[in-house]
């Protein structure tokens, strides 16, 4: 049985060599958690000095590794959270897909522990649930959507669902690796190992399961409900940007984009070339350079 070692803070060289990003040493960051209601915890990584006032928050399936290049990009402090069900953090009662009662969590952290007012980033089911944070808290300087409206549909998103509901474990690594590699052939290989192995877990017996799968026990999986959150958006009072992959696996379309428009004055949309779904793996020194022009 092989085993694979595994330290979440000994693969940054790995991102600025494959971005072409400065690399001294070591960057300031460690793993942070937060109590919740239900006895809960919310990890996260912190990255420079603490409090902050910018939040990134992953996709769902996703962990807080996935903006590792962005914060290396953007090297100054900031906050990446994993979502309850997620990454380090406990399960919620309700589904981790659950994006009301996980952009509760969002808000109760950042009311209680962050510098403010916020600039909140959300990717796809973490947009979502940061949709609804932005409307529970009133310490929000601005949201920023990556790829994600509540016009979200299964069709739209069947390409990540597809490969979110295969199989919970695997024999062994490569076998993880090579259906990772299928989904995503844009990206290097390297890049696919780094994020499996931040977004895995071997067990005692070798075989390999992802992190979220480990509570789908918690609570049923369901959907996010999105229909009553473009209300949500329209009541919103501050400055809300929408980051469009206009590549394959974006699942933002010219509808979407015109209902965003229409209910808020307060939207800029930016197109990102060459990106998909998942913007901060495909261009996140383009990601990074969005998000130090608006914060």
């Not at 600025?16 to 942070?32: D, F, I, Q, S, T």
Request: net charge negative; hydrophobic share 45%.
């Amino acid at each position: 049985m092989e085993r694979i070692a595994y330290d979440e803070f000994s693969m940054f060289h790995e991102n600025a060599e494959e971005w072409g990003l400065a690399y001294a040493g070591p960057p300031e960051v460690e793993r942070v958690a937060f109590a919740m209601a239900q006895g809960r915890k919310i990890s996260a990584l912190a990255w420079g000095q603490q409090p902050t006032d910018l939040v990134l928050v992953h996709g769902g399936a996703q962990n807080a590794h996935t903006y590792d290049t962005v914060a290396l990009a953007l090297d100054r402090p900031l906050l990446a959270i994993d979502l309850p069900g997620h990454g380090h953090s406990d399960a919620s009662p309700s589904a981790s897909t659950n994006a009301f009662a996980n952009g509760q969590d969002l808000a109760d952290i950042i009311d209680a522990h962050c510098k403010l007012p916020v600039t909140l980033v959300g990717m796809s089911l973490g947009g979502l649930s940061s949709i609804v944070a932005a409307s529970r808290s009133e310490h929000l300087a601005q949201l920023v959507l990556i790829d994600i409206t509540p016009g979200v549909t299964a069709k739209k998103a069947s390409a990540i669902t597809a490969f979110v509901n295969g199989p919970p474990g695997f024999a062994d690594f490569h076998e993880l690796l090579a259906r990772t590699i299928e989904y995503n052939p844009g990206r290097s290989e390297a890049s696919l190992r780094r994020g499996v192995l931040h977004n895995a877990i071997q067990r005692e017996d070798g075989t390999w399961s992802w992190r979220w799968a480990l509570h789908r026990h918690e609570a049923s999986e369901v959907p996010p409900e999105t229909s009553s959150m473009w209300e949500l958006l329209e009541h919103l009072e501050i400055p809300i940007t929408l980051l469009r992959g206009m590549g394959t696996g974006s699942v933002v379309d010219d509808a979407d984009v015109a209902k965003l428009r229409s209910i808020s004055d307060a939207v800029t949309v930016i197109e990102v070339e060459a990106a998909g779904h998942s913007i901060q793996g495909d261009q996140p020194l383009i990601l990074a350079d969005i998000i130090r022009s608006l914060s």
